[in-house]
């Protein structure tokens, strides 16, 4: 989720689906790219709504640095 705003309602819940995402990866032995940590590093330096419009769809560019992402974790 692209926000900077930790008051904002869906970003509290964040944290819940969180889980459920890293439990689901313990279970089924996948590769966990923890990608919201790298958002939380990187919208300190380039604002939260220069990666999406609406918190959760990131913009082309964004795509490419998560693509990016996937492929280090997964070192292809």
């Known amino acids: 989720m692209f926000c900077s705003n930790p008051k904002d ?4 819940a964040l944290p819940t689906y969180l889980n459920i995402v890293h ?8 590769v966990l790219v923890p990608l919201q940590s790298k958002i939380d590093e990187q919208i300190k330096e ?20 998560i693509a990016q992402r996937w ?6």
């Not at 309602?9 to 509290?12: D, L, V």
């Not at 939260?48 to 913009?59: G, I, L, N, R, T």
Request: no cysteine; charged share 20%.
């Open 9 to 12: 309602p869906m970003f509290k």
């Open 46 to 65: 380039v604002p939260a709504e220069k990666w999406s419009a609406d918190m959760v769809h990131p913009y082309v560019w964004a795509h490419a640095w």
């Open 71 to 76: 492929l280090e974790a997964t070192a292809l």
């Open 23 to 30: 439990e689901l990866a313990q279970e089924y032995d996948a």
